[in-house]
């Protein structure tokens, strides 16, 4: 096993001295803890002392068996997993084993590696199992910040800096790749802002002709144009004394980016077809899943508008990073949709949450719930199951960087680790260049140029 695991701690139940000194040596150099018993009895004494994350017990074993041992565990200890051990190798021992309560079969004589990743197999089992149950336990706590949920460190950098930029009023850049909830994250600061009483008014920009645009945020008069048969405030003026957040930022048109310039600068709007500015009174939040240094640097963006809106820049962390939050999110949509669904599926079945965990989730938030309500929605039990999955999630294995193995052959140049590399981490950050040259410490000119001549 080539990770360690310091905090493991395993029980070996074995009426043999010398294999209990044994599996323990090993285990010690591995970094796992352990303890050995010589009998049945005394391996439940020491469950009742001590917490262990996995049991590894012999079947032949005087007075009461290993089988027997398992049996007993599986009832009163569940959650702890037992790894049988047994020089009988047969299916029918294996099957006994198994039906016993047994979480994986070992044979004498037994192969210390294979025993090391039956163990950290168990332990994470026994691990993820724990966080899974402390989940379900606080699943109904509000969120720290607001309506959003988590406890990664990734999450709790971000409620502290939120904490700061809601008293604030300077103009807020909100990135992140699509479904990480930006949204959400602007109506957070909005709520907590001194301004959460008022109106909280967002558009998307990139939905929007340049013309439509226009006269949805600075209004129009009547007659301005064909349809403009009554006048209308846009929503800067919709907005006043609130927030207003500009969604897909990075979509927006360069001509209709110089009169928001103009409109920012002098907090105020002429309507489409006036001549009158009106001045208006809100805070501008903005958000884009676009890398917008990058875009300023191809001449798709505005460089002054990038300035002046990102006078705060938030950069939300994509599902991936946020270790168990999958589950707790996965937890809270569950919940939602057996209500509206009106179905009693009140938790995940084994191996779902692995699953969960293991998926890259490259439409983040949004492509968790929306597994989850089809999972609602098919299940034909009071649990998810693995078969509720889409296929894409219940067969998924991570990607590794693969650079080559010892024959000569398979060897590559610098150059083309370079590029792997390089394409590794840009797919690990959904693309972001300037986020990827800060991760490669390279410039972000130098990205874009190498990226320019791989084409």
Same mark, same amino acid.
């Given at each position: 096993? =080539?990770?360690?695991?310091?905090?493991?701690?395993?029980?070996?139940?074995?009426?043999?001295?010398?294999?209990?000194?044994?599996?323990?040596?090993?285990?010690?150099?591995?970094?796992?803890?352990?303890?050995?018993?010589?009998?049945?009895?005394?391996?439940?004494?020491?469950?009742?002392?001590?917490?262990?994350?996995?049991?590894?017990?012999?079947?032949?074993?005087?007075?009461?068996?290993?089988?027997?041992?398992?049996?007993?565990?599986?009832?009163?200890?569940?959650?702890?997993?037992?790894?049988?051990?047994?020089?009988?190798?047969?299916? $029918?021992?294996?099957?006994?084993?198994?039906?016993?309560?047994?979480?994986?079969?070992?044979?004498?004589?037994?192969?210390?590696?294979?025993?090391?990743?039956?163990?950290?197999?168990?332990?994470?089992?026994?691990?993820?199992?724990?966080?899974?149950?402390?989940?379900?336990?606080?699943?109904?706590?509000?969120?720290?910040?607001? $309506?959003?949920?988590?406890?990664?460190?990734?999450?709790?950098?971000?409620?502290?800096?939120?904490?700061?930029?809601?008293?604030?009023?300077?103009?807020?850049?909100?990135?992140?790749?699509?479904?990480?909830?930006? $949204?959400?994250?602007?109506?957070?600061?909005?709520?907590?802002?001194?301004?959460?009483?008022?109106?909280?008014?967002?558009?998307?920009?990139?939905?929007?002709?340049?013309?439509?645009?226009?006269?949805?945020?600075?209004?129009?008069?009547?007659?301005?144009?064909?349809?403009?048969?009554?006048?209308?405030?846009?929503?800067?003026?919709?907005?006043?004394?609130?927030?207003?957040?500009?969604?897909?930022?990075?979509?927006?048109?360069?001509?209709?980016?110089?009169?928001?310039?103009?409109?920012?600068?002098?907090?105020?709007?002429?309507?489409?077809?006036?001549?009158?500015?009106?001045?208006?009174?809100?805070?501008?939040?903005?958000?884009?899943?676009?890398?917008?240094?990058?875009?300023?640097?191809?001449?798709?963006?505005?460089?002054?508008?990038?300035?002046?809106?990102?006078?705060?820049?938030?950069?939300?962390?994509?599902?991936?990073?946020?270790?168990?939050?999958?589950?707790?999110?996965?937890?809270?949509?569950?919940?939602?949709?057996?209500?509206?669904?009106?179905?009693?599926?009140?938790?995940?079945?084994?191996?779902?949450?692995?699953?969960?965990?293991?998926?890259?989730?490259?439409?983040?938030?949004? $492509?968790?719930?929306?597994?989850?309500?089809?999972?609602?929605?098919?299940?034909?039990?009071?649990?998810?199951?693995?078969?509720?999955?889409?296929?894409?999630?219940?067969?998924?294995?991570?990607?590794?960087?693969?650079?080559?193995?010892?024959?000569?052959?398979?060897?590559?140049?610098?150059?083309?680790?370079?590029?792997?590399?390089?394409?590794?981490?840009?797919?690990?950050?959904?693309? =972001?260049?300037?986020?990827?040259?800060?991760?490669?410490?390279?410039?972000?000119?130098?990205?874009?140029?190498?990226?320019?001549?791989?084409?």
């Amino acid at each position: 096993m =080539n990770r360690t695991m310091p905090n493991a701690n395993v029980l070996i139940v074995d009426d043999e001295r010398n294999m209990c000194e044994l599996i323990e040596t090993d285990l010690r150099l591995r970094g796992i803890n352990s303890r050995w018993c010589l009998s049945a009895a005394e391996a439940v004494e020491a469950l009742h002392e001590e917490n262990f994350d996995v049991v590894l017990t012999d079947v032949k074993m005087p007075g009461t068996t290993g089988l027997q041992l398992c049996q007993q565990f599986s009832e009163t200890r569940p959650d702890v997993p037992v790894i049988v051990m047994t020089a009988f190798g047969t299916l $029918e021992t294996a099957i006994t084993a198994m039906r016993a309560g047994a979480y994986d079969f070992i044979t004498k004589p037994i192969e210390m590696d294979l025993l090391a990743i039956t163990l950290r197999r168990a332990i994470e089992h026994r691990q993820l199992s724990e966080q899974v149950r402390l989940l379900n336990a606080s699943s109904d706590e509000v969120g720290a910040f607001g $309506e959003m949920i988590g406890k990664s460190p990734a999450m709790a950098q971000l409620y502290e800096q939120l904490q700061r930029v809601a008293q604030s009023e300077a103009a807020v850049l909100i990135c992140g790749e699509s479904g990480t909830g930006k $949204e959400l994250v602007a109506r957070s600061i909005h709520a907590n802002s001194r301004r959460g009483e008022k109106p909280f008014v967002a558009v998307n920009c990139g939905a929007l002709s340049e013309t439509l645009l226009e006269s949805e945020l600075f209004g129009h008069v009547k007659g301005a144009f064909t349809d403009a048969r009554s006048e209308r405030r846009g929503l800067f003026l919709e907005a006043d004394g609130g927030t207003l957040l500009l969604d897909e930022m990075g979509e927006m048109p360069m001509p209709m980016q110089v009169k928001l310039l103009r409109a920012l600068e002098e907090r105020s709007v002429r309507p489409v077809g006036s001549d009158k500015d009106i001045p208006f009174d809100v805070r501008v939040l903005t958000a884009t899943n676009r890398d917008l240094e990058t875009s300023v640097a191809e001449g798709r963006f505005r460089e002054d508008l990038f300035y002046r809106i990102n006078v705060i820049g938030i950069q939300l962390p994509p599902l991936r990073a946020r270790g168990t939050d999958t589950l707790r999110l996965a937890e809270h949509f569950l919940k939602q949709f057996a209500r509206s669904e009106r179905k009693s599926v009140d938790g995940f079945a084994e191996g779902v949450a692995e699953k969960l965990l293991g998926y890259s989730w490259p439409g983040n938030i949004r $492509e968790l719930r929306n597994v989850i309500e089809r999972a609602v929605a098919l299940t034909r039990y009071d649990k998810i199951t693995i078969e509720d999955l889409p296929e894409k999630i219940s067969n998924f294995s991570a990607t590794t960087l693969f650079i080559g193995g010892l024959d000569p052959s398979e060897l590559v140049p610098m150059e083309e680790v370079e590029r792997r590399y390089i394409n590794h981490v840009l797919e690990a950050v959904g693309g =972001n260049q300037t986020q990827a040259a800060r991760i490669l410490g390279l410039d972000r000119k130098t990205i874009y140029r190498k990226l320019k001549q791989e084409g």
